[in-house]
Protein backbone atom coordinates (compact mmCIF):
# COMPACT_ATOMS: atom_id res chain seq x y z
CA UNK A 1 0.00 0.00 0.00
CA UNK A 2 2.68 1.91 1.07
CA UNK A 3 4.13 1.86 -2.34
CA UNK A 4 1.49 1.91 -4.67
CA UNK A 5 0.88 5.48 -2.49
CA UNK A 6 4.92 6.61 -3.16
CA UNK A 7 4.16 5.57 -6.83
CA UNK A 8 1.21 7.65 -7.28
CA UNK A 9 2.99 10.52 -5.58
CA UNK A 10 5.62 10.61 -8.03
CA UNK A 11 3.35 10.41 -11.03
CA UNK A 12 1.57 13.45 -9.67
CA UNK A 13 4.69 14.88 -9.56
CA UNK A 14 5.37 14.86 -12.89
CA UNK A 15 2.14 15.60 -14.07
CA UNK A 16 1.61 19.08 -12.33
CA UNK A 17 4.30 21.36 -14.15
CA UNK A 18 2.11 20.25 -16.82
CA UNK A 19 -1.17 20.84 -15.82
CA UNK A 20 -1.09 24.39 -15.73
CA UNK A 21 -0.59 25.20 -19.47
CA UNK A 22 -4.00 24.79 -20.78
CA UNK A 23 -5.39 22.93 -24.39
CA UNK A 24 -6.96 24.21 -26.61
CA UNK A 25 -8.47 22.87 -29.76
CA UNK A 26 -9.47 24.64 -32.68
CA UNK A 27 -11.54 23.20 -35.72
CA UNK A 28 -11.68 24.32 -39.63
CA UNK A 29 -13.23 23.24 -42.53
CA UNK A 30 -13.42 24.26 -46.05
CA UNK A 31 -16.93 25.54 -47.48
CA UNK A 32 -18.53 25.32 -50.96
CA UNK A 33 -16.34 28.40 -51.87
CA UNK A 34 -13.31 26.58 -51.13
CA UNK A 35 -13.04 29.04 -48.06
CA UNK A 36 -11.10 27.92 -44.67
CA UNK A 37 -13.21 28.40 -42.09
CA UNK A 38 -12.17 28.35 -38.38
CA UNK A 39 -14.41 27.66 -35.24
CA UNK A 40 -13.55 26.98 -31.57
CA UNK A 41 -16.40 24.07 -31.72
CA UNK A 42 -17.18 20.92 -33.70
CA UNK A 43 -20.77 21.67 -33.16
CA UNK A 44 -20.66 25.12 -35.23
CA UNK A 45 -19.31 22.90 -38.02
CA UNK A 46 -22.39 22.12 -40.59
CA UNK A 47 -23.29 18.53 -40.77
CA UNK A 48 -21.79 18.53 -44.40
CA UNK A 49 -18.39 19.34 -44.13
CA UNK A 50 -17.49 17.59 -40.40
CA UNK A 51 -16.01 14.64 -41.83
CA UNK A 52 -13.66 16.43 -44.08
CA UNK A 53 -13.00 18.98 -40.58
CA UNK A 54 -9.66 19.24 -38.91
CA UNK A 55 -8.62 19.60 -35.55
CA UNK A 56 -5.30 21.88 -34.50
CA UNK A 57 -4.53 21.59 -31.15
CA UNK A 58 -2.92 24.50 -29.34
CA UNK A 59 -1.55 25.55 -26.24
CA UNK A 60 -2.97 28.60 -24.02
CA UNK A 61 -0.51 30.61 -21.73
CA UNK A 62 -1.46 30.89 -18.35
CA UNK A 63 -2.64 34.35 -16.65
CA UNK A 64 0.96 33.94 -14.90
CA UNK A 65 2.29 34.11 -18.35
CA UNK A 66 0.30 36.54 -19.50
CA UNK A 67 0.76 38.90 -16.82
CA UNK A 68 5.11 38.36 -17.20
CA UNK A 69 4.43 38.82 -20.96
CA UNK A 70 2.26 41.89 -20.46
CA UNK A 71 5.11 43.35 -17.64
CA UNK A 72 7.90 42.25 -20.06
CA UNK A 73 6.06 44.65 -22.63
CA UNK A 74 5.47 47.12 -20.18
CA UNK A 75 9.48 47.02 -19.17
CA UNK A 76 10.12 47.60 -22.36
CA UNK A 77 7.92 50.69 -23.26
CA UNK A 78 9.23 52.14 -20.19
CA UNK A 79 12.41 51.81 -20.79
CA UNK A 80 12.58 53.58 -24.89
CA UNK A 81 10.41 56.23 -22.77
CA UNK A 82 12.92 56.77 -20.63
CA UNK A 83 15.60 57.09 -23.08
CA UNK A 84 13.24 59.16 -25.25
CA UNK A 85 13.27 61.59 -22.22
CA UNK A 86 17.05 61.54 -21.27
CA UNK A 87 17.99 62.36 -25.00
CA UNK A 88 15.23 65.27 -24.86
CA UNK A 89 16.40 66.62 -21.54
CA UNK A 90 20.31 66.59 -22.44
CA UNK A 91 19.04 68.59 -25.50
CA UNK A 92 17.21 71.24 -23.32
CA UNK A 93 20.82 71.23 -21.24
CA UNK A 94 23.08 71.72 -24.07
CA UNK A 95 20.65 74.60 -25.30
CA UNK A 96 20.90 76.14 -21.69
CA UNK A 97 24.90 76.79 -21.97
CA UNK A 98 26.55 78.67 -24.41
CA UNK A 99 30.42 78.45 -25.06
CA UNK A 100 32.06 82.24 -24.86
CA UNK A 101 35.58 83.78 -25.14
CA UNK A 102 37.37 84.64 -22.27
CA UNK A 103 40.46 87.41 -23.06
CA UNK A 104 41.83 88.50 -19.76
CA UNK A 105 39.07 89.11 -17.92
CA UNK A 106 36.63 89.92 -20.65
CA UNK A 107 33.95 87.77 -21.75
CA UNK A 108 32.91 87.65 -25.71
CA UNK A 109 29.77 86.38 -26.34
CA UNK A 110 28.28 85.00 -29.62
CA UNK A 111 25.39 86.41 -31.08
CA UNK A 112 23.83 86.34 -34.29
CA UNK A 113 22.30 89.08 -35.65
CA UNK A 114 19.54 89.03 -38.40
CA UNK A 115 18.28 91.85 -40.78
CA UNK A 116 16.20 91.99 -44.34
CA UNK A 117 16.42 87.50 -43.84
CA UNK A 118 20.65 87.62 -43.46
CA UNK A 119 22.35 87.33 -40.96
CA UNK A 120 26.08 87.89 -39.06
CA UNK A 121 27.53 86.31 -36.37
CA UNK A 122 29.12 88.67 -33.66
CA UNK A 123 31.11 88.66 -30.65
CA UNK A 124 30.04 91.08 -28.14
CA UNK A 125 31.62 92.26 -25.06
CA UNK A 126 29.59 91.80 -22.10
CA UNK A 127 29.20 94.75 -20.03
CA UNK A 128 27.08 95.02 -17.36
CA UNK A 129 27.88 98.78 -16.83
CA UNK A 130 26.34 99.32 -20.27
CA UNK A 131 23.09 100.10 -20.29
CA UNK A 132 21.80 99.78 -23.96
CA UNK A 133 23.59 96.84 -26.00
CA UNK A 134 26.11 98.03 -28.84
CA UNK A 135 26.96 96.81 -32.05
CA UNK A 136 30.06 98.03 -34.24
CA UNK A 137 29.33 99.30 -37.92
CA UNK A 138 31.99 97.09 -39.44
CA UNK A 139 30.46 94.18 -38.09
CA UNK A 140 27.13 94.41 -39.44
CA UNK A 141 28.41 95.72 -42.50
CA UNK A 142 27.21 92.54 -44.57
CA UNK A 143 23.82 93.54 -43.81
CA UNK A 144 23.38 96.48 -45.73
CA UNK A 145 21.27 97.84 -43.13
CA UNK A 146 19.28 101.05 -43.00
CA UNK A 147 18.96 102.77 -39.82
CA UNK A 148 15.71 104.20 -38.78
CA UNK A 149 17.45 107.51 -37.10
CA UNK A 150 21.23 108.98 -36.93
CA UNK A 151 23.20 111.61 -34.29
CA UNK A 152 26.32 111.53 -32.56
CA UNK A 153 27.74 110.91 -29.03
CA UNK A 154 30.75 112.28 -27.16
CA UNK A 155 32.59 108.99 -26.04
CA UNK A 156 35.08 108.79 -23.49
CA UNK A 157 38.36 111.26 -24.22
CA UNK A 158 35.70 114.13 -25.64
CA UNK A 159 35.67 112.21 -29.03
CA UNK A 160 31.98 112.45 -31.34
CA UNK A 161 30.77 109.34 -32.74
CA UNK A 162 28.17 109.04 -35.12
CA UNK A 163 25.40 106.75 -33.69
CA UNK A 164 22.31 105.34 -36.07
CA UNK A 165 19.23 103.46 -34.45
CA UNK A 166 18.91 99.96 -36.42
CA UNK A 167 15.91 97.89 -35.53
CA UNK A 168 16.97 94.16 -36.35
CA UNK A 169 14.56 91.43 -37.47
CA UNK A 170 16.27 89.70 -34.21
CA UNK A 171 19.11 88.91 -32.13
CA UNK A 172 19.37 85.28 -31.29
CA UNK A 173 21.59 84.79 -27.53
CA UNK A 174 22.45 81.21 -26.90
CA UNK A 175 18.79 79.77 -26.40
CA UNK A 176 17.00 83.22 -26.78
CA UNK A 177 15.48 84.85 -29.94
CA UNK A 178 14.66 88.67 -29.24
CA UNK A 179 12.39 89.95 -32.14
CA UNK A 180 12.44 93.25 -33.58
CA UNK A 181 15.45 94.50 -31.60
CA UNK A 182 16.33 98.28 -31.76
CA UNK A 183 20.03 98.46 -31.26
CA UNK A 184 22.53 101.24 -31.36
CA UNK A 185 24.88 100.81 -34.36
CA UNK A 186 28.05 103.13 -34.33
CA UNK A 187 31.16 103.67 -36.41
CA UNK A 188 34.87 102.47 -35.12
CA UNK A 189 38.25 102.93 -35.92
CA UNK A 190 41.13 100.67 -35.42
CA UNK A 191 41.23 96.79 -35.35
CA UNK A 192 38.44 95.44 -32.25
CA UNK A 193 38.43 92.46 -30.59
CA UNK A 194 34.77 92.15 -30.21
CA UNK A 195 31.86 93.86 -32.83
CA UNK A 196 30.25 95.27 -30.35
CA UNK A 197 28.65 96.01 -26.34
CA UNK A 198 26.44 93.19 -24.82
CA UNK A 199 24.54 95.58 -22.44
CA UNK A 200 21.60 95.28 -19.57
CA UNK A 201 18.92 95.98 -21.76
CA UNK A 202 19.23 92.40 -22.62
CA UNK A 203 21.00 91.06 -19.97
CA UNK A 204 19.24 92.74 -17.16
CA UNK A 205 15.52 90.29 -18.03
CA UNK A 206 17.15 87.51 -17.56
CA UNK A 207 19.75 84.79 -15.41
CA UNK A 208 23.14 84.06 -16.16
CA UNK A 209 26.44 82.67 -14.41
CA UNK A 210 29.70 82.61 -16.28
CA UNK A 211 31.75 79.50 -15.76
CA UNK A 212 34.88 81.27 -16.20
CA UNK A 213 36.49 76.86 -15.77
CA UNK A 214 34.37 75.57 -18.99
CA UNK A 215 34.15 78.66 -20.74
CA UNK A 216 30.82 79.25 -21.26
CA UNK A 217 27.43 81.06 -19.76
CA UNK A 218 24.39 79.01 -17.93
CA UNK A 219 21.42 80.32 -18.30
CA UNK A 220 19.10 80.28 -15.84
CA UNK A 221 21.75 78.92 -13.53
CA UNK A 222 19.17 77.50 -11.22
CA UNK A 223 16.95 75.41 -13.36
CA UNK A 224 19.86 74.57 -14.86
CA UNK A 225 20.94 72.98 -11.86
CA UNK A 226 17.55 71.48 -10.82
CA UNK A 227 17.66 69.83 -15.03
CA UNK A 228 21.12 68.68 -13.83
CA UNK A 229 19.98 66.65 -11.04
CA UNK A 230 16.71 65.28 -12.44
CA UNK A 231 19.00 63.45 -15.57
CA UNK A 232 21.19 62.30 -12.94
CA UNK A 233 18.08 60.31 -11.26
CA UNK A 234 16.73 59.54 -15.13
CA UNK A 235 19.82 57.51 -16.15
CA UNK A 236 19.67 55.84 -12.85
CA UNK A 237 15.79 55.20 -12.71
CA UNK A 238 14.20 57.22 -9.81
CA UNK A 239 12.74 59.98 -12.24
CA UNK A 240 9.93 60.99 -14.74
CA UNK A 241 10.43 64.03 -15.98
CA UNK A 242 8.40 67.09 -18.21
CA UNK A 243 11.03 69.64 -19.24
CA UNK A 244 10.65 73.11 -18.49
CA UNK A 245 11.93 76.13 -21.12
CA UNK A 246 14.06 78.18 -19.22
CA UNK A 247 13.64 81.88 -18.01
CA UNK A 248 14.46 84.03 -20.86
CA UNK A 249 15.89 87.66 -20.96
CA UNK A 250 13.10 90.35 -21.43
CA UNK A 251 11.33 90.06 -24.95
CA UNK A 252 12.98 87.36 -25.42
CA UNK A 253 11.85 83.41 -26.95
CA UNK A 254 13.51 80.38 -26.31
CA UNK A 255 14.68 78.90 -30.04
Known amino acids: ?52 SQTITTEQRTDAEKQASQESRQQTSNAFQRKQQIRKLEQTIE ?16 VDVVWGGRKASLHLLLDTGASM ?61 FDGLLGMDILGGGQYKIDFQQRKIIWSPEKYQQMQEVLEQLKVGKAEVATESAGAPEGAKAL
Open 95 to 110: KMTTPVRIIGNQVLVP
Open 1 to 52: MRRSFYALSCMLCLITPFSSMAVAEIFHYTDGNGRKVYVDSPHKIPPQYRQK
Open 133 to 193: TVLHREGVSSLNIASRNSSYAQVAGGGIIKTERVVFDRLELGPYRIENKSTAVIETTGQQA
